[in-house]
């Protein structure tokens, strides 16, 4: 039995045009093909500036593609996101999407527990009940019970990118894109992340991303996708 | 020197007439009429002149009043004024007068189908002291978006726990246009309901003229527990005795003794001379 | 998802001169769209023709009303056009004493648009304005003082009190915090996005902050000379703009 297909790159390149440095232009992806199973977490591998985050960044649509297509699976149909529109991108984020990067972007004044739960107070959520969620995700991670009240804005690195983790994964998506969410975190919370991962991917999740942490990415991966860097064009 | 009847010229009075008629067929709005220099100054009462010189004919019985008075420097002045340009009769009596003009008070003697109440008004649109524009107060009217007489309303209550407008109170005519009433005191404004005699309002400063046509319903405006509420006294005319008039709180010496009185003073004598029958 | 607005192809001249040319966008319910540029670029002036309070000079605005029919805002008598902004709409001023009547007391000015709507019970007016006080963080017990003496970030957040208290289905804004210092600027958006999210509005935005597009807006417009020269997702545009004048308003931009 083969696992279903969640995610297909095909041909995707992307370059940067910088109008106000003389029109120079950036190659960073070109013809990039990748397909993606519910269950796998595949493993971005190589050197800084090879491009792996703009990768992720390009299939969550934070960054246009310059050529070829993102086709992902999204309620029982496909979606090219490369043509998608802003209301159809906003809804694959919203249910399929899933995207942690390293940074918390922090919202002023919000408690840390209402960040947590807000993707699920997004989904239409009872509040009880996603603070209930969103506790129990914190508990997990070890953020300390008395933190929950206050906004992360303070937090040290490791902190944010527990409440970043949290965030990111309290909403069960389809397909999670990981940028290095681990980068500050010690051992035993690396251990938790990893449990996060292995039990989001029984449950059908399909992991990408970037662990430059080589004991987190044997832990996680169940495949290595290997990428290069582009000589300047 | 001889003076066309009622001072004013014939066509002056047609359009005067015209205007009245408007007035009379949308109750409560305000027509504009090209109101005349008069023999006296605006604030004095130039808008009901124009209207009762309109009005009069030569079997007319005419009473002025001013604060309810009929022997007021003012009252005095517009019943000689008219019983010289017009001839007509003049009276004291409410109950014998066929058109009433007045400032600020309606008589406490019930009005009959035959008579006519004719009131100066200095400031015909109820909503300018919040608006203004004229041209903004015009499109209210003209949606009935009333909104705004409200937050006058809402701002006594927050600043005297009630409603402390107690004179030219804001009424909704017919159900359908907001007026001034003029700046009789709230305790009239039940008269201006369903009131069988013709009421008409005459501004010339402003060149606004209205009417309540009889038993026509006139609203005063409230909020729902903050009903309308009329004044009352804790006092008797000290004059008549009558419980139920509008009084007056008058100062009659240099010790500060003061009485209360019929601000009405054909009602108040009207009493004292049946009582002494 | 069916739009609650749909702008197609609206200009707007003053004589010759081009206040805005070919705008078209959609907007959904509880979606909240911010157009940024410079001064000048022409965001006012398409703010003013889509929210009907300037009549365009080519294109359509049409907004579909609380009982799902469709209106088009072109043909409207001034008497449906204040119904729906009495009824269905809100408009917030960049300078709050444009949206405030200075005149009467704080309390009045939230209860006013609920009373323009017929409600007629003092009590209540007092409580929901007390209520839309706190929401705002102002202290309740100030609901009897003018606005004249309130300062700058709380008269705005008066304004935000008394344009929100009838729950508008849309409200259009045009920049709310341009006037404020940074610190109470904060505070105005992070109480902007919490309303907007709690209440489920639609909002336009007009801002030349594009951090504040970064904050609340999950959609964002780039206008430069009357035309939009850029549109999609705020992020997508914040991180990889892709046209030269957005470009150059990203890296002009400090931190965001």
Known sequence: ????????????????????????????????DLRLHAGECVVLSGPSGAGKSTLLRVIYANYRPSFGAVHVRHAERWLDLAKATPHEVLDVRRRTLGYVSQFLRVIPRVPTLDIVAEPLLQMGTDPHEARQRAADLLRRLNVPERLWQLPPGTFSGGEQQRVNIARGLIVPRPVLLLDEPTASLDADNRVVVAELLAEARAAGSAVLGIFHDEDMRERVATRLFPMQALEAA | MTYNFAFLDEDTKRMLRRSLLKAVAIPGYQVPFGSREMPLPYGWGTGGIQVTAALLGPDDVLKVIDQGADDTTNAVNIRRFFARVAGVATTEHTAEATLIQTRHRIPETSLREDQILVFQVPEPEPLRTLEPREAETRTLHALADYGLMHVKLYEDIAQYGHIATSYDYPVLVDGRFLTSPSPIPKFDNPKLDRSPALMLFGAGREKRLYAIPPYTHVESLAFDDHPFEIQCWEHRCELCGSGESYLDEVVVDDQGTRMFVCSDTDFCGSRRTEAQA | ?????????????????????????????????????????????????????LAPSAGSVRYRQRNGA?????????????????????????????????????????????????????????????????????????????????????????QIA??????????????????????????????????????????VMVTHDLAVARLLAARTMVMQGGRVVETGLTDQILDDPQHPYTQLLVSSVLTT
Request: with cysteine; hydrophobic share 40%.
């Open chain 1, 1 to 32: 039995m083969t696992a279903t297909l969640m995610l297909e790159l095909r041909d995707l390149s992307k370059s940067f045009e910088l109008h106000h440095q003389h029109g120079a232009r950036l190659n960073v992806l070109r013809g990039l």
């Open chain 3, 162 to 203: 008394r344009t929100l208290v009838t729950q508008p289905r849309l409200v259009f804004m045009d920049e709310p915090t341009a006037g404020l210092d940074v610190s109470v600027q904060a505070r105005i958006l992070d109480l902007l996005r919490r309303l907007v999210n709690e209440l489920g509005l639609a909002a």
């Open chain 3, 1 to 53: 998802m069916s739009a609650l607005l749909q702008v197609r192809g609206l200009s707007q001249h003053y004589g010759q001169r081009v206040g805005c040319e070919d705008v078209s966008f959609d907007l959904h319910p509880g979606e909240l769209l911010c157009v940024v540029g410079e001064s000048g670029s022409g965001k006012s002036t398409l703010l003013n023709t889509v929210a009907a309070q």
């Open chain 3, 70 to 158: 469709w209106l088009e805002l072109g043909t409207l008598s001034e008497a449906d056009r204040r119904r729906l902004a009495r009824e269905e709409w809100g408009f917030v001023t960049q300078n709050p004493r444009d949206g405030l009547r200075l005149n009467v007391s704080a309390g009045a000015n939230v209860a006013e648009r609920l009373m323009a709507l017929g409600m007629r019970n003092y009590s209540q007016l007092r409580g929901i304005a007390r209520s839309w006080l706190e929401r705002v963080e102002i202290d309740a017990a100030r609901i009897d003082d003018a606005p004249t003496g309130f300062s700058g970030g709380m008269q705005q957040r008066l």
